[in-house]
Nanobody, 118 residues
Framework: QVQLEESGGGLVQAGGSLRLSCLAFGNLGSNSVMGWYRQAPGNSRELVARITVGGSIDYADSVKGRFTISRDDARNTLYLQMNSLKPEDTALYYC????????????WGQGTQVTVSP
């Protein structure tokens, strides 16, 4: 079982920055992929960025050049540095971790709210 705890959300003006953190507890597996997703009201949940144990990274086109994902496996922590924030980045941001052994294990945090004012 894995638990994920996000922190770092808040209210910021457009052009500002925030850093999200996700602390993971439990059996994380040896080949986990960790990522950030977001969901705005009325929209479906979408991938923001994800990173493998080996450091391969994917970003949504909408955040490329502004957001940076990183992970510190010694601290079981995932980060998302968000710069040049826009009002359209406003959403509930979720931390996700998954890995495969005999099947896929998929875990989500409760989410942290990010609100960007114009």
């Amino acid at each position: 079982q894995v638990q994920l705890e996000e922190s770092g959300g808040g209210l910021v003006q457009a052009g500002g920055s925030l850093r999200l953190s996700c602390l993971a507890f439990g059996n994380l597996g040896s080949n986990s992929v960790m990522g950030w997703y977001r969901q705005a009201p009325g929209n479906s949940r979408e991938l923001v960025a994800r990173i493998t144990v080996g450091g391969s990274i994917d970003y949504a086109d909408s955040v490329k050049g502004r957001f940076t994902i990183s992970r510190d496996d010694a601290r079981n922590t995932l980060y998302l540095q968000m710069n040049s924030l826009k009002p359209e980045d406003t959403a509930l941001y979720y931390c996700n971790l998954y890995y495969f052994t005999n099947r896929k294990y998929d875990y989500w945090g409760q989410g942290t709210q990010v609100t960007v004012s114009p």
